[in-house]
């Protein structure tokens, strides 16, 4: 990944346009990150794995609350150590 500063990036932007296509480019502004140049294939894949991340919340959130739903008060009581042994001896 090649890194140039943001008045590098105003000068040569069509040339970092090629770049990106290869590989990302990162702009820095006062020695920071500041934005990437990403291909399209690069940026279609960031945004499935966001998808998919957001499902993967999505059905953990909805687990959860099933789970909680059909739990006892006494599940609730149990600290974590309790839990561990409970698994431990289910296996």
Known sequence: MISVTSV???NRFGQLL???????????????????IVSPQDMQALLDVRAR???????????????????????????????NRLVHALR
């Not at 296509?21 to 934005?35: K, N």
């Not at 953990?60 to 739903?69: I, M, P």
């Open 18 to 36: 090629d770049t990106a296509l290869r590989e990302p480019v990162t702009i820095t502004r006062h020695g920071r990150t500041a934005a990437f």
């Open 53 to 83: 991340r957001s499902k993967a919340v999505e059905a953990l959130e909805a687990w959860s609350t099933d789970a909680a739903a059909v739990s006892t008060p006494t599940a609730a009581e149990l600290s974590e150590e309790e839990i």
């Open 8 to 10: 590098e990036a105003q």
